[in-house]
Structure formats: structure tokens, C-alpha cells
């Protein structure tokens, strides 16, 4: 098998692995944690970007803070999913690249998240990057130079 300095998928740009914005399921801050809820249990993913009118990226929201936001001392509070929007409790710190950036990069971003986002130069979203497509093309890749050995 090559020297890992001189496998050339590590320097390769991701942007053929983006699945683009128009195909991301996502929600914007001032929707209510209801709609956030409903989109992300009808779409089955854990988490989901929040874009603004603009198409910049806001933050994210998941399954999880979502359900942490309604419990009360006692009991579950599900009347506060109306009345609270997406902006009071959604994530602002996430994992970002952009689209020139180098397979190595993102497939170490993505070892703490199961996907990445990515954005052009101006700051405007493109889309995501999931860390199981990195994974099944590295496996292949793996696969394939192991074949030719
Ligand atoms: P996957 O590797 O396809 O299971 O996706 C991992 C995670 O990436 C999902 O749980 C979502 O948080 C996010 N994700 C994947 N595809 C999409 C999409 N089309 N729209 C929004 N989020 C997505």
C-alpha cells in the first residue's frame, strides 16, 4: 500500500462529496421549536442546520436540544414548543469548511460530527457533508489500493 504522504485523496477537494443546499432539510431562528421538531422527526435526522432569509448559516438544532428545552423540575412542558422559537436554543458553534478545503481536513472535522457544513467565501451556505459519505468513499478507496497491492 502507498505512504500515506503520498495518497492523493487527502489532499483532494470535497466538494464532489457536498450534498447541496437545495436538498438540506432545514429551518430558520425564528420558527417555533414546534416546526424544528416536526421537520426533524418527519426528515429522521438527528440535527439540521437554521439558515437565515440570506441563506447564512446560523447555527443548528437537534432532536436533543430540542427536548432538553421542554423539560420542566417535574414533568415534560410540551405547550413551550410554541412559544419558543429555534434561536433561543440551537447550537451557534459548529463544524464548518468550505468547499476548496482538502478531504484530510474535513474527515478530521469529522470525527466529533456526524456532518460538516460547508460554505462558500462570502459566508453563504452550500451545503453539508456527511461524515458517513467520507467514511464509505475511504473505505472504497481503502479497498481498492489493498487490491492493487
Ligand atoms: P447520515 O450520515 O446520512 O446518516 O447523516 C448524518 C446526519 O447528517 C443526519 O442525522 C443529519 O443530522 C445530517 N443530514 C444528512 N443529510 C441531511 C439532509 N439532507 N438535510 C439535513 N441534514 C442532513
Redesign the pocket.
Known sequence: MQNLQECHILQQPIHSFV?PAE????VQPDNSLEHALLVLVK???????VLDTSYKLRG?I?KAQILDSIIGLEQIEPERLKDTRVGEVMSTSFACVNEESPFEKALSQSINN??LCVEDQTGSFLG?I????LLAYLNGYLHDQKKRS
Not at 23 to 26: L, P, R, S, Y
Not at 43 to 49: C, D, K, N, V
Not at 130 to 133: A, E, I
Open positions: 450534498i436538498e438540506v432539510a432545514h426528515s429522521g435526522y438527528t440535527a439540521i442546520p443548528l437537534s456526524p456532518f453539508i456527511t461524515r458517513s459519505k
